[in-house]
């Protein structure tokens, strides 16, 4: 019998996942929510560890969405860009380990957002923040995960 993979999300963002998975929220399950979070914390260098978690999530429903598990990879490959072995099968869990905190980093950030801009339209402010990682900017710093994303022209 094969183990089921599974990633964490963090406990402290259930409200925050919540609403963004909301009947208002711009994001239909808790892992593209994640994804989008975990994007998020990477741009802006916000990687924070958690103990505490809520439900976990199968990978499998990441594996099946189109770039899903590559957004994985090419964290974690940004991450240790020195150890190409990061992307072997047998080190799945440390590259999750990566996305997990990436995701929680992007979410304190997102709520940071939410309580500095007083808006609960989390469609206009995820907008805002996607508007932005999307304009290039003088001070603009080589994002490696970026360039492997625009590499794959989708």
Do not use: C
Not at 42 to 49: A, G, L, N
Not at 108 to 137: C, F, K, M, W
Request: charged fraction near 30%; glycine fraction near 6%; avoid cysteine.
């Amino acid at each position: 019998m094969a183990v089921e993979i599974r990633f964490r999300r963090p406990a402290e963002h259930e409200q925050l996942l919540s609403l963004l998975t909301g009947k208002d929220g711009p994001f239909r399950t808790n892992y593209e929510a994640l994804l989008f979070a975990a994007s998020l914390g990477h741009r802006k260098e916000r990687r924070v560890s958690f103990e505490k978690s809520g439900e976990m999530i199968r990978y499998a429903l990441i594996e099946n969405r189109e770039y899903g598990d590559v957004l994985i990879d090419l964290i974690a490959a940004a991450e240790l860009p020195e150890d190409a072995k990061i992307l072997a099968d047998e080190r799945i869990a440390e590259r999750l380990r990566i996305f997990e905190d990436y995701a929680n980093g992007g979410l304190h950030y997102l709520q940071a957002e939410i309580n500095t801009r007083g808006s609960r339209d989390l469609v206009a402010i995820v907008s805002s923040l996607v508007l932005d990682a999307l304009t290039p900017t003088a001070d603009t710093t080589d994002d490696p995960v970026k360039d492997m994303l625009d590499a794959l022209e989708w």
